[in-house]
């Protein structure tokens, strides 16, 4: 691989990268603790360009954990996390390099109740990016007419329905131009007649060749766009495969386990 100093037009920081053709993220032997408790242990991962991964496992198992640490929302202790060959460390000029490049979306919305939708979507790109008003609002408009809500712009998040406000949510990351889309049960406080419009938005990223990691247990969703099924528990990943083997065939007792109480 080819080590190389890149500098971002938007400041003047300046992350060492390492190049790597087909994979985006490389996670190893990483291991975490919250204080005594050993959250994540031994983890290897290795995710291509535009691969779509969904990962699933009982509650406790530390799906949100790491997934948290892809964009550094969580540090980990040993190993080490590669994002688009950047390292995951201390350097904050790393840590920044790596969070423009990846976007995530959360069970709980998280929008600004006091913005409108347009000022939600136009916020980061206007304060981080420092992106001109008229473009940024162009391409927030551009984003809700592909969630389907563009009639939504003006109004509040406390005005639209749960499905509507998560499909904001997606659209606010879509606006930073992500490399990475990572997704932490985006469904499971929705009521069920809004799951689908929110899982339709995903299939169309995940058709686009987005690199996603999905924490669901929305299995109709893996098994249509999935590459791969990753389960965990007690924080191991336990069993991976492709969506057809990993259901109709899986090979763990705790897999087995878990499938029979969600299928
Ligand atoms: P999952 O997303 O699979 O439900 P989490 O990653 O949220 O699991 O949590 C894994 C374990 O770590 C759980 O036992 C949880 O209680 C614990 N945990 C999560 N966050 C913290 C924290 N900030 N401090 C201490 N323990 C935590
Ligand atoms: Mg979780």
Not at 139 to 154: C, F, G, S
Not at 162 to 180: E, T
Not at 215 to 236: C, L, P, S
């Amino acid at each position: 691989s080819i080590t190389e100093k890149t500098s971002d037009n938007n400041s003047s920081t300046t992350e060492t990268r390492t190049s790597n053709a087909d994979s985006i993220i490389q996670i190893e032997n990483l291991n975490k603790w919250y204080g005594a408790f050993h959250v994540l242990k031994d983890i290897n991962l290795d995710v291509a360009k535009g691969e779509r991964i969904v990962v699933c496992g009982p509650s406790g198992s530390g799906k949100s954990t790491l997934i948290r640490c892809i964009n550094r929302l969580e540090e980990f202790q040993e190993g080490s996390l590669t994002v688009d060959g950047v390292a995951l460390n201390e350097d904050i000029k790393n840590i920044e390099a790596v969070r423009r490049e990846v976007g995530m979306v959360f069970q709980h919305f998280n929008l600004f109740p006091h913005l409108t939708i347009l000022e939600n979507l136009t916020l980061a790109p206007l304060w981080v990016r420092k992106i001109p008003k008229k473009e940024a609002e162009a391409t927030a408009m551009e984003y809700l007419e592909r969630v389907k809500i563009p009639d939504q712009a003006l109004k509040f998040p406390g005005q639209l329905s749960g499905g509507q406000q998560q499909r904001v949510a997606i659209a606010r990351s879509l606006c930073m131009n992500p490399k990475i889309m990572l997704f932490d049960e985006p469904t499971s406080a929705l009521d069920p007649e809004m799951i689908s419009e929110v899982l339709d938005v995903m299939v169309e990223l995940a058709e686009e060749g987005m690199t996603m990691l999905c924490v669901t247990h929305e299995m109709g969703f893996a098994k249509k766009v999935a590459d791969r099924v990753i389960f965990m528990d007690a924080g191991q990943i336990v069993e991976q495969n492709n969506p057809h083997e990993f259901f109709d065939n899986p090979q763990n007792e705790r897999t087995q386990a878990f499938l029979s109480q969600i299928i």
